[in-house]
């Protein structure tokens, strides 16, 4: 009995060594969409510091950019629910991750009143080879969701 039990273990611990091995040689980002994807977030947290809102609009992905319609309406809710990725006076960026056909950019961010946020930004690759913003998350930075 006790020698089933350590193989069971033994097999189990082989099987969850191979999954995390395999995780770990998982297709990521390249360091070139890595860039272009930081670049584009930049670039448009820039243009929304400048008040720049047919800029900040252009970054967004066709059905961002379908589902606000215009550049005014889409700079109205970002004012209403993201105010703090307007001018944000502290950014850094984590590793991006792949999620099926979507990278996914944690960014780190401290508003101009000092409190810190984490939003998680969706890009999608687009024809072109460049990439557009498909959405935006934010969370207070203690990970505690805003009610």
Known sequence: MMKSLARWMLLTALTLATVAGSAAVAPGVSD????????????????????????????????????FGDARSFMT??????????????????RPEVFQD????DVYLRDQAGRSWLATYQLQPQSDGSWRINGCSVLPGDGKALT
């Open 32 to 67: 070139g969409d890595a860039r272009a994807v930081r670049g584009i977030i930049r670039a448009q947290l820039e243009a929304l510091a400048a008040g720049d809102a047919a800029l900040a609009f252009s970054y967004a992905s066709p059905s961002i950019r379908m589902q």
């Open 77 to 94: 809710m970002v004012i209403q629910g993201y105010p703090m990725v307007i001018g944000p006076v502290q950014v850094a960026f984590f």
């Open 102 to 105: 979507t990278v996914m950019q």
